[in-house]
């Protein structure tokens, strides 16, 4: 079965200080692979997507960046963070094959905090 | 640009009681509907998704809704809901021409014992 790790799960990082969060999926490949951030009555706000290896489509210009070194492997980096980068981030795959439910699979997330 | 508006930020229901949540969209094409739920503690889990067909579709966990086209909405619906119902709802859309979903700003139900 398809799973999806997500970490680390909280981090409280200071401000200007580098970034890197880190999702992987087992049981599937080529799978399409998301970050969001959820905010408080903001619902979530899609970050970043791939839908293949080194292949990156930014959805908001921000301080973040995402690679995809691996085909199950997706990460979100910052070079300095900064205060506004606090948040819960979510990592999600999905599958757009023929019996895809285009459906995502979400992460347990991580809970930034920048100090 | 696609949207997604959940007017309902914060609900709060007795044991029993029905339950609408209100989802509107803003796409002049063809769209697929998702509501998703987060339990407390919990990831986010699909609760149900229309593609194409009977506009009533049905989920998990007693919980239906309906896709009106004309209205470009999909509204969350459960006849008697139970404390364990306690939960943030969203509402996604994802257009044929897009990998990404756009989720709407979630609903927070809270149902008192």
């Known amino acids: 079965s398809q799973t999806i790790h997500q970490w680390p799960a909280t981090l409280v990082q200071p401000v200007g200080s580098p970034l890197s969060l880190e999702c992987t999926v087992e049981?599937?490949?080529?799978?399409?692979l998301y970050w969001y951030r959820q905010a408080a009555g903001r619902g979530l706000q899609l970050l970043f997507y791939?839908?293949?290896?080194?292949?990156i489509s930014s959805e908001v210009p921000q301080n973040l960046s995402a690679s995809r070194p691996q085909d199950r492997q997706f990460i979100l980096s910052s070079k300095k963070l900064l205060l506004s980068d606090s948040g819960f981030y979510l990592c999600?795959?999905?599958?757009?094959?023929?019996?895809?439910?285009?459906?995502?699979?979400f992460g347990s997330g991580t809970r930034l905090t920048v100090v | 640009a696609q949207s997604v508006s959940q007017h309902n930020h914060h609900v709060i229901l007795s044991e029993a009681a029905s339950l609408e949540l209100g989802c509107n969209y803003s796409?002049?094409?063809?769209?697929?509907l998702f509501w998703y739920v987060q339990y407390p503690g919990q990831h986010l889990q699909l609760l149900l998704k229309?593609?194409?067909?009977?506009?009533l579709v049905k989920g998990i966990k007693g919980f239906e809704a309906e896709f009106i086209k004309s209205k470009f909405s999909f509204n969350l619906r459960k006849p008697s809901v139970q404390w364990s119902d306690t939960a943030e709802y969203f509402c996604?859309?994802?257009?044929?021409?897009?990998?990404?979903?756009?989720f709407g700003s979630g609903t927070r139900l809270q149902v008192q014992p």
């Open positions: 999600a795959w999905s599958d757009l094959g023929e019996t895809s439910n285009y459906g995502y699979t």
């Open positions: 049981g599937t490949s080529n799978p399409n």
């Open positions: 791939s839908v293949g290896i080194g292949q």
């Open positions: 796409y002049g094409g063809t769209v697929n």
């Open positions: 229309y593609f194409s067909g009977d506009p």
């Open positions: 996604a859309l994802r257009n044929t021409g897009r990998r990404a979903l756009t």
